[in-house]
């Protein structure tokens, strides 16, 4: 399937955002409209950061083991996400580019690897759906750091 990504630009520096995302559990403050019940476990931040949550999308729950396998301060995050019994993997990708105003522009990619049969046959709905909730995580993680981070420059 074809991957999604949604993005946000904010006044905090790369580091800054990077700094925020790279301690797992502040991820429940912004995805908990559809991300619940989370149990951590490994490190709290970097490599090896796990959490396993209950996800709610489209009227189904189920069960996500999330596990950050890749970091690159301050630009990227890389997240392995599996769920459906080990039916669907998929990653998903911070990436923290500069902007000129000392901000930064927040992405988040979610690329599927392995899917099952039902989401391959619903694509255009499973990535709609997936699209509008992490829409709704960048605005959620905006405010969270105007909450929690000063802004650049402040």
Known sequence: MKSVTVSIDVPQTP???????????HHQRFT???LTDWR????????????????ALGGAKTDVAIEVIEADP????VERNVSAA???????????????????????TYAWVRTPLADRLLA??????????NRTVMRR???ELARHVPAAGT
């Open 74 to 77: 301050p630009r990227r995050i």
């Open 124 to 133: 255009a709905v499973v990535r709609a759906t997936i699209r509008r909730a």
């Open 15 to 25: 580091g800054q955002v990077y700094g925020f995302l790279d301690v797992i559990a």
């Open 40 to 55: 951590y476990s490994g490190p709290g931040h970097g490599v090896g950061a796990c959490a396993t949550v209950t996800a």
């Open 86 to 108: 080990g039916r669907r993997l998929a990653h998903g990708t911070y990436t923290i580019e500069p902007l000129g105003t000392g901000g930064s522009h927040v992405s988040f």
């Open 32 to 34: 908990d409209h559809y």
């Open 141 to 143: 993680l905006a405010d």
